[in-house]
């Protein structure tokens, strides 16, 4: 071996002892760092932050070394700092009342596209219709830094302290589907008076004048605006409004309960029946046939989501179409574009999304 061949393989054996501490480091799950690769190429941090940038004072050379180890050690950028260089976290915040409704899961997938789309993660909780869960998933996603929180209140939410408190910390909110009026800032609804309206009306243009309308609680603004479109119905119709037709019951197990009751019972006379989402829906129409009637034959019944289920039953549920996806994606836009421009002035905007009525056999006419 010449002393060219001796040199050559010196400064090869040199090189490996460099990197032996940062290889046993890593093995141990240690993750790379931009100091880590500057030691093992024995360069500056700056040089090797510039060459994974393509910066234009950094070689070909240097920039091919330093990327070519940086992919070999699985070199990732540390998410931390870059926040705090960028005084962001993107990462946005979602509080859903429950993941299993149809509704709320198509929310979530059009949130995602939309946020991971512009580079955001975004951080699920579920309040379960729980005012104390709902607070501790708020102070929750405070603690993590999130940059902004779209929000779907629960049923049991009448104090919405630790919703200001969001913004009192610098973090916007967007309300979507059960909005907040008292708190001044973006809201995505759909247009549940006219809904409510095209539900009823639909009922009664099918021969149906004693309408049972199951609520959620009162106090929630779908509920105020979907009593005002039944209301709005019955009026256009001449049918006299009957607060007796007016039940809180929004969900499945709920509805099976209450409507049985009030056909065994005969404590109501009623022909149709308007829920205030599919679920209770069809919890209703379970209930009918239980109690020896016919659907849509001796009373029909329409629901509110359009979710798979509401074609999985017998007979297939008419509904109103409440496009979930559609309200994700919306809301979504909207909070990143406050996020980007918080310190602009601006007026909150609430989107309002039109409702479609899907017919199914849930309410089809009588032959006769």
Known sequence: MNVLQQIYYIKIYKFVLSLLPLLCSYMKGHQTTIKDIAKALGISPSTVSRALKDHPDISPKTKEKVKKLASQLQYRPNAIALSLK????FTIGLIIPEIVHHFFSSIISGVSDVAYGSG??????QSNESYVREVAD?????????????????KETTNYDHL?????????IVFFDRAIES???????????????QAVTHLIEQSCSKILFLSAPPHLLIS???????RRALSKAGIVFNENYIVQC?????AIFSVYNLIKNKELDFDGVFAVNDATAIGAMRSIKNAGFSVPEDIKVVGFTNGLISLMTEPQLTTIEQHGFEMGQISAR??????????????PETRVLKTELVIRESTAKRIE
Not at 86 to 89: A, P
Not at 250 to 254: R, S
Request: hydrophobic content about 40%.
């Open 86 to 89: 960028h005084s962001k976290s």
């Open 183 to 197: 708190i001044s800032t973006d809201k995505v609804v759909v247009d549940d008076v006219n809904g409510a309206f």
């Open 224 to 230: 105020k605006n979907r009593l005002e479109g039944y």
């Open 120 to 125: 955001y993660k975004v951080m699920i909780t």
């Open 138 to 154: 708020a102070q929750a996603l405070l603690a993590s830094r999130v940059d902004g929180v779209l929000i779907s209140v629960s």
């Open 164 to 172: 200001k408190n969001l913004e009192k910390n610098g973090i916007p």
């Open 250 to 254: 929004d969900t499945y197990n709920g």
């Open 334 to 347: 909207i909070l990143l574009n406050r996020i980007d421009n918080q310190d602009e002035f601006y007026i």
